[in-house]
């Protein structure tokens, strides 16, 4: 089902009314799929960058606090989500 609107009943029974076929949405699920494993990779990557910045190899005050304080920022769609 492609649920393009809310998840209100209208808009459920409008999209299990407008059903497509597997063959048509493939390529979508296949972006997605990508977009997943990117957003694992990019997890390690981050925690690599934390933890380099945490024993002082990127400088004296990166990552030297508490919480949010003590994370190195290395967003890929930071600005799009938050917008």
Same mark, same amino acid.
């Given at each position: 089902?492609? /649920? &393009? ?9 409008? $999209? ?6 597997? %063959?048509? &949405?493939?390529?979508?699920?296949? $972006?997605?799929? !990508?977009? $997943? ?6 997890? +390690? /990557?981050?925690? =690599? +960058?934390?933890? &380099?910045?945490?024993? %002082?190899?990127?400088?004296?005050? /990166? !990552? ?5 304080? %003590?994370?190195?920022? =290395? ?6 989500? /938050?917008?």
């Amino acid at each position: 089902m492609w /649920l &393009t609107g809310s998840m209100e009943a209208a808009d459920v029974q409008a $999209a299990a009314k407008r059903l497509r076929n597997a %063959g048509e &949405t493939i390529s979508f699920w296949r $972006a997605q799929q !990508a977009r $997943a494993n990117a957003d694992g990779f990019w997890q +390690y /990557l981050v925690r =690599a +960058y934390t933890a &380099t910045a945490r024993m %002082g190899l990127m400088g004296s005050d /990166l !990552a030297k606090g508490k919480g949010k304080a %003590g994370l190195v920022s =290395a967003g890929r769609v930071q600005s799009a989500t /938050l917008g």
